[in-house]
């Protein structure tokens, strides 16, 4: 069964940057699509980004374009999330998940959810 453990959130001012990691067992990690969501405070849990298998493939929701990057190496089981310039509205819980889709953006698509970590972004 596969097992993802989000990591690296924290309390950050507005512009500054934080390095999310989820490291995942069980599995081939290999073999799944990795994605980033985030929920705020009564809101709705949202996609954030995406990574296909090989990581050769990335989607991103508008709101965090060009702002961060989402990674992974295969070779450690892992998937990054880099967050920069950093707004608070990006205050929310990150989660990752894993999806046996090829790259997918669909909440429903993904399984394997964490217990998500903290990102807190003072203005």
């Known amino acids: 069964q596969v097992q993802t453990v989000e990591s690296g959130g924290g309390l950050v001012q507005a512009g500054g940057s934080l390095r999310l990691s989820c490291a995942v067992s069980?599995?081939?990690?290999?073999?799944?699509?990795m994605g980033w969501f985030r929920q705020a405070p009564g809101k709705e849990r949202e996609f954030v980004a995406a990574i296909s298998w090989s990581g050769g493939r990335t989607q991103y929701a508008d709101s965090v374009k060009g702002r961060f990057t989402i990674s992974r190496d295969n070779a450690k089981n892992t998937v990054y999330l880099q967050m920069n310039s950093l707004k608070p509205e990006d205050t929310a819980v990150y989660y990752c998940?894993?999806?046996?889709?090829?790259?997918?953006?669909?909440?429903?698509?993904?399984?394997?959810w964490g217990r998500g970590t903290q990102v807190t972004v003072s203005s």
């Open positions: 069980g599995g081939t990690f290999s073999s799944y699509a």
């Open positions: 998940a894993a999806s046996d889709k090829y790259i997918t953006i669909a909440t429903t698509n993904f399984r394997s």
